[in-house]
């Protein structure tokens, strides 16, 4: 039988996509195991801000009124809004048609392109930067911040929204063509209510991203908050100083959670079984092929393809080329691996009761809950190590500077990444299954972990792939809480470039795209997978 | 989906052992053990937190193991991140020396009493001015700021003999430097003090006026020299020989000017210090010694081209004799001076 519209829209598979459950919204209150579990993920999640407010706590009013009166902020402010406004907007309109391609047309090597679109991920953003920079020495400051951000950060759209679309249906947009409506108004109409949550989750991901991201606007010396912060822990020696802008900047990241969970609530509608048959129509591109392709190539052939040839260019052309040894090359991709291996764990750990608590349950607490676990992302990695630092120091000094605290300051800096997988994998499997599992016998517990959790596998997977990929490419947490002696490939590859030996960091960031690329790959395809898999 | 399952269970045991491996990962030291009355015994181990380039110090800690048989955990990172990682960790640093690429953070260091002094045998080697006031830290190498010019575009005689000059006009939109570096900062701080607060005020506001490009390193600023887009950067001399050495001399189109007698050409110092809980480590004093004796100076010499500070090593050919550039009346390690510098640049909207 075939299955209803607002099921199989509701079917997203890996991604951020619509929490929509396909039941109706539970106003019952979470049982308490679930909402303990969630409040100390979220407890845990939130150290570094804790650290924050010790240490700003520590300074005065007297220093906080005189920080944020310097003549800089507002300027700084403004740009560090201006770009992360920028940046997500163009994302967002560079993202949705390439997942429309991707998804609804008869695209040429549709496979090839999918997973082209997911390999900007495996990108370090100062590493594209520094590509960039390279071919054009010239660029720097606002555009050629946008250009490369955009550029690194579209697949956190894309990749969603086609997941998305691939679930959805034409039906309505179909509807509203019979009633007289233009095309692009029935897409409006139609498609775009389908897919907003996906774009709206998305946006939010970058947007926390460019808040916190330091390595490419450093090297393009355009000045925002957290650049201001990293030279403040450099230079003032007075952390308060550090930790008054961190809280500016944890303040906007606040802002913007709210503000996509407003506009999230805001399209919570259910979609009536209109068509009784899911189906979305592929469209053919004829004379708009060319066209197409070159758009799915863009993103790409700029944010990986130039980084890589410059690097290598690099390579033939500098005159201290270090030998390379392949033994340190090998426990440098060791070591990332074991790494981003274990912080996808924890992340998972953490953010599954959370995103359980916020599939299903709905209220003010809950909201609150996820809030609270999304405002990590927009803190700067040097924070979080150093809060870390501060943490492990004072509960756990044996394990201080061990690689688990490492492993640790991965899940908590990126669990946000695998909350909003775990939320809609679950938010997919419908409660009637539970309830049959409940009558059966089965404790909370039980259900939970027979039928729930085994059929959000897929979503659950995707959530520590996400967080992996990203954790191989971190630098500032690294670089504080590292075991002496234990580097990553990004640390190696950051080593290089700082003192300009490029020629010996062109392996490591081969290595890296590598091992990063994998993840990436994963990523594109696993949608796919459980599309023809279901709920099996 | 069989498959896929399989797949899964598999990756899930694979992720049990790797965080149980990455648990047992290389730590550093245990938790440092509280400094005992007695003296502590070498124990043929030092950790050592270096915040100079991994290529430039491994193999001069090689040398130092050959000759004294001591085995160095080392930790790289930027001075700037140690340090902060160094004033958390506070008492509890697994660290026993600080290797640092300026004085400022051992100031710090020193003020929250994380150091402890080094012995005045080793200490008087250095001459003073080079190294610190109240023996808490010992000075390495000295680098000379300097003024970089476009090679193509300026002719040596247009640049200033003083840093005083860039203020006006006609070098308005085409002096650089990177006002959160601590060596530049250095520099402002010789300037309050050598030429006074007014004078010092009044070229603050001259050159934040003058419409200068601000950086973040001193690297990145001389590379914008080297590639036209920057006519004068204000950096230290050593990073001049390293891009010559990365790409060769004749092709550098970057040009130095060393400024002696004036604030702008003072010599700012590496240093290293021994950390509080390591007080009376032979390790670390063994360490320490080593970097002050003729082979590491000579060393430092040959691979970066800094000023050796013992009396008695010849410096890099080519560049001025360090007495000409001295640093009379200037604690390099002053830090209520530094915060005070720190809040004439934020005056002025360059921090």
């Known amino acids: 039988m075939s299955q209803r519209v607002d099921e199989r829209v509701a079917e997203l598979a890996v991604f951020p996509g619509t929490d929509e459950p396909d039941t109706e919204p539970n106003s019952k209150r979470p049982p308490r195991v679930l909402l303990l579990l969630a409040v100390l993920a979220c407890a845990i999640a939130s150290i570094p801000l804790v650290y924050l407010l010790v240490r700003v706590g520590s300074s005065g009013l007297d220093e906080i009124v005189a920080v944020l009166g310097r003549p800089r902020i507002p300027r700084l402010l403004l740009n ?58 010239a660029m720097q400051g606002f555009w050629a911040s946008l250009l490369v951000l955009t550029l690194v950060s579209t697949p956190y759209v894309t990749l969603p929204v086609m997941a998305a679309l691939r679930a959805g249906t034409t039906g ?126 863009v993103v790409p052939a700029f944010a990986v393809g130039l980084p890589v040839a410059v690097l290598f ?3 033939f052309e500098a005159e201290t080329l270090r030998a390379l040894d392949p033994a340190e090359l090998g426990q440098a991709i060791l070591n990332t691996l ?149 580097d990553t490939l990004a640390i190696e590859l950051w080593s290089r470039t700082d003192v300009s030996a490029y020629g010996a960091a062109a392996p490591y960031a081969a290595a890296l795209i590598l091992v990063a690329a994998v993840p990436a790959f994963l990523l594109s395809g696993a949608g796919r997978g459980l599309g023809r898999g279901g709920a099996s | ?55 430039l110090i491994a193999p001069l800690i090689e040398r130092f193991t050959e000759d004294t048989g001591i085995e160095v955990i080392a930790r790289y990172g930027t001075s700037p991140e140690l340090n902060a990682l160094l004033l958390e960790e506070g008492e509890s640093t697994p660290a026993q020396v600080f290797l640092s690429q300026d004085a400022g953070a051992l100031g710090s260091l020193a003020n929250a009493d994380l150091v402890s002094k080094i012995p005045a045998e080793l200490a008087e080697q250095i001459p003073a001015g080079f190294t610190s006031e109240d023996d808490g830290w010992i000075g390495v190498t000295g680098r000379a700021r300097v ?51 007014d004078t010092a005020e009044q070229w603050v506001e001259g050159i934040s006026g003058n419409d200068p490009e601000l950086t973040e390193k001193n690297g990145a600023t001389l590379d914008l020299v080297n590639n036209g887009q920057l006519d004068v950067a204000l950096i230290n001399h050593y990073y001049w020989y390293e891009d010559a050495a990365e790409i060769g001399a004749e092709n550098m189109r970057a040009q130095l000017k060393f400024l002696p007698g004036d604030a702008g050409g003072m010599v700012n110092v590496t240093g290293a210090a021994i950390l509080a809980p390591a007080e009376g480590d032979p390790d670390a004093l063994a360490f320490i010694e080593y970097l002050v004796s003729e082979d590491a100076q000579q060393y430092f010499v ?50």
Request: glycine share 8%; net charge neutral; charged share 15%.
């Open chain 1, 338 to 486: 074991l790494l981003s291996i274990g912080g996808a764990v924890i992340a998972v750990l953490l953010a599954l009761p959370i995103g359980a608590l916020a599939a299903r349950y709905r209220g003010r607490l809950v909201r609150a809950i996820e809030s609270l676990g999304y405002l990590a992302l927009g803190l700067p990695g040097i924070v979080v190590g150093l809060s870390l630092v501060f943490f492990s120091l004072s509960v756990l000094p044996a394990l201080y500077q061990t690689g688990f605290v490492l492993a640790f300051a991965y899940g908590v800096l990126f669990m946000p990444k695998a909350i909003g997988a775990i939320r809609s994998a679950t938010a997919q499997v419908p409660t009637s299954l539970e309830d049959v599992a409940r009558t059966l016998g089965y404790g909370r517990m039980q259900t939970w972990w027979l039928v729930t959790a085994r059929l959000a596998r897929p979503g659950i997977f995707a959530g520590a792939l996400l967080v992996a990929v990203t954790a191989m490419k971190e630098l500032p947490a690294t670089l504080l809480l590292r075991p002496t002696g234990t």
């Open chain 1, 172 to 297: 309505l947009d179909d509807v509203a063509r019979t009633l007289g409506r233009s095309a692009w108004r029935a897409f409006w109409l139609g498609t775009w209510p389908q897919i907003r949550p996906a774009t709206l989750a998305g946006g939010l991901l970058v947007c926390l991203y460019v808040l916190s991201e330091f390595g490419a606007v450093a090297l393009f010396r355009y000045p925002v908050l957290t650049t201001a912060i990293q030279q403040a822990y450099g230079s003032s020696f007075n952390r308060n100083y550090a930790a008054i802008l961190a809280t500016v900047l944890v303040l906007l990241a606040m802002l913007v959670v709210l503000a996509e969970q407003t506009a999230r609530g805001r399209a919570r509608r259910r979609f009536g079984a209109v068509t009784g048959i899911a189906r979305h129509r592929i469209a053919g591109l004829g004379r708009w092929t060319a066209p197409a392709i070159a758009l799915l190539a």
């Open chain 2, 1 to 55: 989906m069989r498959i896929f399952r399989r797949g899964l269970t598999i990756s899930a045991g694979a992720a049990v052992i790797a965080i149980a491996m990455s648990g047992c990962a290389p730590a550093g030291d245990d938790a440092a053990t509280p400094p005992t009355d007695a003296a502590i015994e070498s124990d043929g181990e030092l950790t050592l937190y270096a915040g100079r380039d991994e290529a």
């Open chain 1, 80 to 137: 560090t809004v201006t770009l992360a406004v920028s940046v997500t907007a163009a994302s967002v309109l560079l993202g949705v048609p390439t997942a429309f391609l991707l998804a609804r047309t008869r695209i040429p090597s549709r496979g090839l392109f999918t997973v082209l679109a997911a390999l900007p991920l495996a990108i370090p953003s100062y590493l594209a930067a520094y590509g960039w920079l390279s071919a054009a020495p």
């Open chain 2, 302 to 351: 040959e691979n970066t081209y800094e000023y050796p500070l013992l009396p008695g090593i010849d410096a890099p050919e080519g560049m001025p004799a360090l007495d000409s550039l001295v640093n009379a009346k200037l604690d390099l390690s002053d830090l209520e001076s530094l915060e005070q510098t720190q809040e004439l640049l934020a005056e002025y909207g360059l921090l």
């Open chain 2, 147 to 197: 003024i970089a010019y476009d090679g193509d575009k300026v002719a040596e005689a247009d640049v200033p003999d003083s840093v005083l000059d860039l203020t006006d006009p006609e070098w308005s939109g085409r002096v650089g430097f990177p006002p959160g570096n601590a060596s530049f900062q250095s520099f402002v701080t010789a300037l309050r003090v050598l030429e006074g607060e």
């Open chain 1, 313 to 315: 260019a690099r390579l």
